[in-house]
């Protein structure tokens, strides 16, 4: 055992302190060189692989028996493994210290224990675990270094051989940063059959290249993304704010920003979609891509798409012969035969020398019975047509059939058949604790016990997920469909996507946003008229306010075609894409689907819909600045329903028409509308509709002045949501609230509301309200002269309206950072980011916000005394204003004064 890394691997229970506390530090002091899991197991790897591995590489295994450990499955299962290796106790291989008193398992009563239940003792049976560990024992043949002397060696051997030169056409084409061939990165592609080891190439140097990529390594599963999910998806992954890319080329825009100046290794593994391919790969940059796929015409196109690429492409087959053995003498080690090398080539050659079938069948040579290779032959040549040419999938599945009887734990086949219910690539934990509804240890247990025989992956990210085979996942739902899991996987995905925004949270609901698009693949297929649901309730809701509006329209864009002649349906999934469309500024595609929907529903006859088009057809008018046409279809919503006799629709056109007349200054007008809509709300018992008036009103009070009872209406406001648990709400008005004391000058007050406002959209994932609190922090810090933080701020806030596409947001944050730089005196670069704000309000036609602009830049110029052109600016903002119909008194008395050679004041946002 001279080959052993380590002296002691000790199992033990995280539970047990005193290990970490006192045995380990006096072991070290002892000169033993001990592994323990939280400090020497591998990320990434199975938990199964990391014991089995510290045991192979460890001279003796210290069990720490105490009723924690006993509880252990894993720890059963450690002591499993050391009976197969030393199952007399001969070679000492475990020494069991008893802790505490404990029933221990019957294979382990074998043991002599050391006994360390009493404190006083612990010096004393120390020694003794000591000197049965023998310092002798640890010395090595003459001429070789002791381990602890020796260069560090990994923790343990990766499962990985054959393909050295493929392996190290990778690691040569890897630059290092600086080079010339990294101008334009590195694209690889590895492609062949399912099943002969492409992912495995591909992390087996990404592995041994890590060092290499000093902005990291990421691995993608790309079944089914798109380029715009997929740019998504690594935006997260780099912790970076992002809007949602609209179309392909913005996505490859959006990429190229991200890995401009990174030089990473991106894996892409499963690829298929050919003509999406050259939309996932940056116009420049110095990173590297591996591409995995079956489809071998996905380099041929990106040689001819992306000629500035360099492109290798990399052709697996089945393994060679000797390959084949390497992998028998790999996992077998000690027990590997040169004398059965016949069967084993003999077993390989029948499995079509596949990488993941041997793997499997390797499994049933490892663990008890302890197949042999002749029988694991014999039985898959039983169950497979000699005359026939074997495909991949049957190749594996003979396999898979001889694994399965042996495969103890019928939950753990339960749990593989649940992850094949789910979508392709990683499943998150969480996920699959609530499907099987085992608690987390336990399943866990489960899922690394199905790592243990190869049939899925353990996959570290943001949560801990696990991911089968894609061979493996085949073979399992080619078998027969079992329906209640099906139904099961389903209701659940249902069920968290159409709670109530508030009842489930949307980093939980993001993490699991791919078993939604497989539950909508699924119901789609079987035109199931629950699909409904999706775009019938909250989905639509979470898709708008999480950025994933692309999910949205394909979600509502298969509900068309499965129910194609359902118009109520298709009128509705118009209205939402819309909505979807309008957040991302695209207000003319938006208006055209609308009055699609308002087609729909005049032939329908459907009049409360047709009402609420009307509704939304304005608030675009709004964003235009087009408030006449605007208020004209309001009129429209308001006839309507006051002849469908809703009044819960009136009381909403109301208040948006209360919106204009105050945009328009008509403040009485304004709050006469509002106290009709009070009314109503107050006859309907309407709390939900009472608050939001009640805060309308007080906005209406604070322009007034009367911030006294403005304040009082906002505390009404705030008791009616927090009855109602309506934390949205709660933190609008706690934002209202803290603007009047701001007004008052109690900016210390301000500032904490501020925060308990941050807090809840923080809490709800309510990106959009958390960018407009940093934005009324940040003038909080300004007003108080803390610039710097101000315009950290203000770059956070940025940074989630680019990400969610809310480009209003966007506008009034480059105005107030204009305005800081102003300030601090760079006029040049405040004069860009409003120019940018304008740019924004034009595309989005919002002339009010146009205005505000015109103004500041105005302002600008004439702090740098062109005074012409200061003039002209100034008087287009006074115009735009007029025309819009708010009060410009004020404005124009600043006017009149600047010609007439007085400052300027500035207008924030």
């Not at 990399?314 to 028998?328: G, K, M, R, S, V």
């Not at 339960?414 to 934990?429: K, N």
């Amino acid at each position: 055992m001279t080959n052993c890394f380590y002296d002691v691997f000790i199992s033990y229970s995280h539970k047990d302190t005193w290990v970490r506390d006192w045995l380990l530090p006096r072991l070290e002091d002892a000169g033993l060189k001990v592994c323990i899991d939280y400090r020497d197991f591998e990320i990434g790897k199975a938990v199964f692989q990391n014991i089995t591995d510290s045991i192979r590489n460890s001279r003796h295994t210290l069990a720490i028996c105490s009723p924690n450990w006993v509880e252990s499955q894993w720890t059963h299962f450690e002591a499993l493994l050391l009976q197969t290796k030393d199952p007399t106790g001969l070679k000492k291989k475990m020494l069991p210290l008893m802790y505490q008193d404990c029933e221990l398992p019957e294979h382990l009563e074998i043991f002599t224990w050391a006994d360390f239940r009493d404190p006083a003792s612990h010096e004393t049976e120390l020694k003794r675990v000591l000197n049965q560990i023998g310092a002798a024992e640890k010395e090595q043949p003459s001429g070789e270094p002791s381990p602890t002397d020796q260069t560090p060696q990994p923790k343990s051997k990766q499962l990985f051989v054959g393909r050295e030169r493929e392996l190290q056409t990778l690691i040569d084409g890897f630059q290092k940063p600086g080079s010339v061939q990294t101008v334009t990165g590195r694209l690889f592609q590895l492609d062949g059959a399912g099943g002969v080891g492409k992912t495995t190439l591909a992390r087996q140097a990404r592995n041994l290249c890590r060092d290499r990529f000093p902005d990291g390594c990421y691995e993608f599963d790309m079944t089914r993304t798109t380029p715009s999910a997929f740019a998504g998806q690594m935006a997260r992954r780099l912790n970076l704010e992002m809007d949602e890319a609209k179309d392909e080329r913005e996505a490859q825009q959006h990429i190229s920003r991200m890995l401009q100046d990174r030089y990473a290794l991106i894996l892409l593994d499963n690829l298929t979609d050919r003509d999406a391919a050259q939309w996932l790969l940056p116009d420049e940059g110095p990173s590297c891509f591996i591409i995995t796929t079956r489809n071998r015409e996905i380099g041929k196109a990106l040689k001819m798409q992306r000629r500035d690429v360099p492109i290798t492409s990399i052709h697996l087959e089945a393994f060679h012969p000797d390959e084949a053995l390497e992998l028998f003498r790999e996992v077998l080690d000690e027990d590997y035969r040169t004398e059965q090398e016949a069967d084993y080539l003999a077993l390989a050659e029948r499995l079509g020398f596949m990488p993941i079938a041997l793997r499997l069948a390797l499994n049933l040579m490892i663990f008890p019975p302890r197949w042999s290779a002749e029988r694991i032959r014999e039985e898959a040549l039983s169950r497979l047509d000699n005359n026939q040419k074997l495909s991949d999938l049957r190749t594996l599945e003979a396999v898979f059939n001889l694994t399965d009887p042996y495969f103890e734990d019928e939950k753990a086949k339960e749990v593989l058949r649940l992850l094949a219910q789910c979508a392709p690539g990683p499943v998150p934990l969480s996920f699959l604790q609530r499907l099987h509804g085992a608690d987390a240890d336990h399943l866990e247990m489960l899922l690394e016990e199905l790592c243990s025989w190869s049939w899925c992956d353990s996959v570290e990210g943001e949560e801990k997920a696990f991911e089968l085979h894609v061979l493996v996942r085949e073979v399992v739902q080619n078998r027969e469909e079992d329906p209640e899991l099906s139904e099961r996987f389903l209701s659940l995905v249902q069920q968290v996507y159409t709670e109530k925004m508030d009842q489930t949270h949307f980093t939980l609901k993001d993490r699991w946003l791919p078993q939604a698009e497989e539950a909508v693949r699924r119901l789609a297929c079987r035109e199931d008229v629950r699909l409904k649901c999706w775009v019938y309730w909250t989905f639509g809701e979470y898709c708008k306010w999480r950025g994933h509006g692309e999910t949205y329209l394909t979600v509502s864009e298969r509900t068309i075609n499965c129910f194609p002649d359902d118009r109520g349906t298709r009128a509705y999934c118009y209205n939402n894409q819309a909505l979807i469309l309008e957040g991302w500024g695209k207000l003319e595609e938006a208006m055209a689907l609308h009055k699609k929907s308002k087609a729909l529903k005049e032939a329908l006859g459907d009049r409360a819909g047709l009402a609420r088009s009307y509704a939304n057809q304005a608030l675009i008018l709004e964003a235009w600045g087009k408030l006449k046409e605007a208020m004209a279809l309001h009129k429209k919503d308001q006839a309507l329903n006051e002849a469908l006799g809703n009044r819960a629709g009136l009381a909403r056109s109301y208040g948006n028409q209360a919106v204009i007349l105050s945009d328009w200054g008509k403040l009485e007008e304004a709050m006469a509308l509002h106290k009709k809509g009070q009314a109503i709300y107050e006859a309907l018992d309407d709390r939900a509709g009472l608050a939001t008036i009640y805060g309308n009103q007080a906005l209406i009070l604070r322009a007034w002045g009367k911030l006294e009872e403005a304040m009082a209406l906002h505390k009404k406001e705030q008791a009616l949501e927090e009855a109602l648990g309506n934390r949205a709400g709660l933190a609008t008005s706690y934002a209202n609230q803290a603007l009047i004391l701001s007004d008052w000058g109690k900016l210390e007050e301000a500032m904490a509301l501020h925060e308990k406002e941050q807090a809840h959209k923080e809490e709800l994932g309510n990106r959009a309200g958390l960018a407009r609190s940093y934005g009324n922090q940040a003038l909080i810090l300004k007003a108080w002269g803390k610039l710097e933080e101000a315009m950290a701020l203000h770059k956070k806030e940025q940074a989630i309206a680019t990400e969610l596409g809310d480009q209003g947001q966007l506008a009034r944050s480059y105005a107030n950072q204009a305005l800081i730089l102003s300030d601090w005196g760079k006029l040049e670069e405040a004069m860009a980011l409003h120019k940018k704000e304008q740019g924004i309000n034009e595309e989005l036609g919002n002339r009010a916000g146009l205005g505000i602009s015109f103004w500041n830049q105005g302002g600008i110029l004439a702090k740098q005394g062109d005074a012409a052109g200061a003039i002209d600016l100034l008087r287009r903002a006074f115009e735009i204003r007029k025309a819009l119909g708010i009060p410009t008194d004020d404005m124009e008395k600043d006017l009149a004064e600047f010609e007439a050679g007085s400052g300027l004041g500035e207008t924030t946002t």
